[in-house]
T-cell receptor, first 118, second 118 residues
């Protein structure tokens, strides 16, 4: 089974609108973290937001928020007030703590290509 | 401060050639990771260093892949006898909760080296 599943290969959104990028995950580790990264065409991965498995509240960072539904094992990224500069590839990733002995490596999904239109 | 840098940014190799890819992590970062990103896919973990110790090399696809970090800072990923299936972007990332000031211990990525094997 895939550890991280991103079912939307591509998404379009109008400028200034909100968009939700889906991510589901699979793990038996009780202690894990979920990350979202943005990868523009330049190639560098940019960290956006983090959600820990024990966090009681959904994470927020500026225009980014994470809709964390632990029972459903989903961690969807919500981008509010989309901007042209948000056009990029977005990756959901998971860090499992106990199963990897605290090694901190990330497992990534296949990504969602977001295109913001005027 | 400076981010993670990688060199070269682009490398073209003939099948069978050896290549060496360099990563300069953020100064003081203890952890260093290598990932391989095939076209249209998410990054996949290759190997992990804590200082000079290679603690996890479970993602290296074959014994043609070798990584080192002899002094606990700069790392080199070497691929011997390159094959066409080695064509990918190789991403390096570093992290350190003690120096980054972030509670999330996120990984900071370099721009990657795009390897094309002809």
């Amino acid at each position: 089974a895939q550890k991280i599943t991103q079912t939307q290969p591509g998404m379009f959104v109008q400028e200034k609108e909100a968009v939700t990028l889906d991510c589901t995950y699979d793990t038996s580790d009780p202690s894990y973290g979920l990350f979202w990264y943005k990868q523009p065409s330049s190639g560098e991965m940019i960290f956006l937001i983090y959600q820990g498995s024990y966090d009681q509240q959904n994470a927020t960072e500026g225009r980014y928020s994470l809709n964390f539904q632990k029972a459903r094992k989903s961690a969807n990224l919500v981008i509010s007030a989309s901007q042209l500069g948000d056009s990029a590839m977005y990756f959901c990733a998971m860090r499992e703590t106990l199963l990897t002995g605290g090694g901190n490596k990330l497992t990534f999904g296949t990504g969602t290509q977001l295109k913001v239109e005027l | 401060g400076a981010g993670v840098s990688q060199s070269p940014r682009y490398k073209v190799a003939k099948r069978g050639q050896d290549v060496a890819l360099r990563c300069d992590p953020i100064s003081g970062h203890v952890s260093l990771f290598w990932y391989q990103q095939a076209l249209g896919q998410g990054p996949e973990f290759l190997t992990y260093f804590q200082n000079e110790a290679q603690l996890d090399k479970s993602g290296l696809p074959s014994d043609r892949f070798f990584a080192e970090r002899p002094e606990g800072s700069v790392s080199t990923l070497k691929i011997q006898r390159t094959q066409q299936e080695d064509s990918a972007v190789y991403l390096c990332a570093s992290s350190d909760p003690g120096t980054s000031g972030s509670p999330y211990n996120e990984q900071f990525f370099g721009p990657g080296t795009r390897l094309t094997v002809l």
